[in-house]
């Protein structure tokens, strides 16, 4: 694996800047109070309303954490490292799962595991890191520094699927991952094999044919270069990254699985994928190293547009994608959104289904279309999305569907 090279993050200041609003507390605190009303993400891990209805309650009493949220947001806005609001109000859940997991007083902290299933337990969970002046330092600290990178291999499900739809046996495919944290949906699409992909339920059809997905899954994938790109290394914030996940999985057999499956995809001596340190928003100002200006087939940017602001995702959906993608190249997006004159927004809905995959290239007529839905962020559910049938009549007709 040749490390390409390193660019810094983008600041808000710079030509490329986000534009991220100053945040308020009072966007803060009706995040946080939807998040409790709605069970964010919930649909898999119901002890997520319970921490926002512990968090809601406990700051009700006291707002010492929220106001730490906002002063982060705010801290993060004139540097190189903006936030969301919206980000921040899940940054801080697996946050507090840090401190009690790795953090330097609770390594291992036994009971958090057993604290964590009642809005009144989260209460003692709070208690301890305010009443703690080191906890409630380092708590400050990951709100300042981090970003949400839980990496999630069921993303990958469809990623050959649309390789073999619209690129046929035109493979090697160049590839690369926008937001890769540990790069897992593209692991598992280059890796797994028919017999061993992230189980998921595939009710997509089309003409009688059905589960789409899983028979494009049965044919193995070949990558010329993966090109991964993140801001942060996943290989050095590795215990960050076992602390990415929901209460629910943050248990130690959670963090057996999430090792697991860190070795399963592991590309460190992987000679074929090359991983970049840097910021998305500035990848098409980095020195040409043959990735810019159209030499990508397909390009990937799965659960990234949340975590970005919303001027950011659209410079990241009408410039930077379609400028990495060559000219019979796809760009992938997986992620809650929606679409609006061919344009792709974020979908603020919490229902199922509001997570979806949206392609974008010459095939599509450079409008950005919905072809799949998934029950949950997770992608562990697929049905046809609105664009499904138009995306089928445009790529079935492709020479290498349509063998003589
Ligand atoms: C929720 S994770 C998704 C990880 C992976 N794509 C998946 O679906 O399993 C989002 C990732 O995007 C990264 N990220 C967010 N904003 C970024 C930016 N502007 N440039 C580079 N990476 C970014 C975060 O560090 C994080 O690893």
């Known amino acids: ?18 534009g991220f609003q100053q945040s308020t507390k ?17 649909s898999s891990d119901s002890l997520m309303a319970s921490f926002y209805q512990g968090l809601l309650a406990h700051s ?16 993060r806005s004139t540097s190189d490292r903006p936030i969301d609001p919206n980000h921040m109000s899940f940054v801080v859940v697996y946050a507090i799962n840090y401190l009690m997991m790795f953090g330097k007083k609770y390594q291992n902290y036994p009971e958090y595991f057993q604290l964590h299933d009642s809005p ?22 990951l709100l300042r520094e981090k970003e949400l990178m839980s990496p999630v291999a069921e993303r990958g499900n ?12 035109k493979q090697p495919v160049t590839a690369m991952d926008l937001g890769s ?13 028919a017999d061993n992909y992230p189980p998921f339920d595939d009710q997509t059809e089309y003409k009688g044919r059905t589960e789409l997905l899983k028979a494009a899954r049965a044919r193995p994938l070949a990558v010329n270069t993966l090109y991964l790109m993140d801001h942060t290394d996943p290989r050095k914030d590795r215990d960050w990254i076992r602390a990415c996940r929901y209460p629910g999985y943050a248990t130690a057999e959670g963090v057996q699985q999430m090792d697991e499956l860190m070795k399963r995809y592991a590309w460190g001596s992987d000679p074929k994928v090359n991983f970049i340190q840097g910021d998305v928003l500035l990848v098409d100002k980095m020195p040409d190293q043959g990735l810019v200006g159209g030499a990508i087939d397909v390009v990937t940017a799965n659960k990234l547009m949340y975590e970005l602001s919303p001027e950011a995702r659209a410079r990241l959906t009408e410039e930077i994608m379609p400028g990495l993608i060559s000219d019979s190249g796809i760009a992938i997006v997986q992620d809650t959104v929606k679409t609006k004159c061919g344009k792709l927004r974020v979908s603020d809905t919490r229902d199922p289904w509001t997570s979806k995959t949206a392609i974008f290239g010459a095939i599509t007529n450079y409008q950005w279309w919905i072809v799949l839905k998934h029950k949950t962020g997770r992608c562990d559910a697929t049905r046809n999305g609105p664009d499904f049938k138009k995306f089928m009549e445009v790529t079935t007709s492709l020479p290498h569907n349509n063998p003589q």
């Open 1 to 18: 694996m040749a490390e390409v090279f390193q660019i810094s993050r983008h600041s808000p200041n710079q030509e490329s800047g986000s």
């Open 26 to 42: 009072e966007e803060l605190w009706k995040q946080v109070e939807d998040h409790a009303g709605t069970g964010i993400g919930t």
């Open 60 to 75: 009700q009493k006291d707002p010492t954490i929220i106001d730490m949220m906002a002063q982060a947001v705010k801290e």
């Open 120 to 141: 009144e337990n989260w209460h003692h969970v709070f208690n301890a890191v305010l009443e703690d002046e080191e906890l409630t330092t380092e708590l400050a600290k």
């Open 158 to 169: 469809s990623i050959p699927f649309f390789v073999w739809q619209v690129c046929g046996d």
């Open 181 to 193: 944290s540990l790069g897992f949906p593209w692991m598992s699409a280059i890796r797994d094999t």
